[in-house]
């Protein structure tokens, strides 16, 4: 079973850094190709970056030069580095691992870690 652990949001002022972790277990990380997403109040979930097995990321128009996804496949973990952070880079964020078979992120989320950046 995919399980998917978050940490490292927080409440930070604008211009300021975060590093996110994410932990997964139940899958073959070191071939699986992981995401991060983003939910803000009243929005739908945005993939913002994604990583496969190889290292190599991609991003969404809305974090490019600010934010930089990485992988220690020895722990398992996906890491997302923000910074220059804004007052609408405020949501939940979450982790997903994209399943080998469908291409498709699992259903499975975890309970996601806050980042709150004030003005």
């Known amino acids: 079973q995919v399980q998917l652990v978050e940490s490292g949001g927080g409440l930070v002022q604008a211009g300021g850094s975060l590093r996110l972790s994410c932990a997964a277990s139940g899958i073959i990380f070191s071939i699986t190709r992981m995401v991060w997403y983003r939910q803000a109040p009243g929005k739908q979930r945005e993939l913002i970056a994604g990583?496969?097995?190889?290292?190599?990321?991609n991003y969404a128009d809305s974090v490019k030069g600010r934010f930089t996804i990485s992988r220690d496949n020895a722990k398992n973990t996906v890491y997302l580095q923000m910074n220059s952070l804004k007052p609408e880079d405020t949501a939940v964020y979450y982790c997903?691992?994209?399943?080998?078979?469908?291409?498709?992120?699992?259903?499975?989320w975890g309970q996601g870690t806050q980042v709150t950046v004030s003005s």
């Open positions: 990583i496969n097995s190889g290292g190599s990321p």
């Open positions: 997903n691992a994209v399943d080998l078979r469908s291409g498709r992120p699992y259903n499975t």
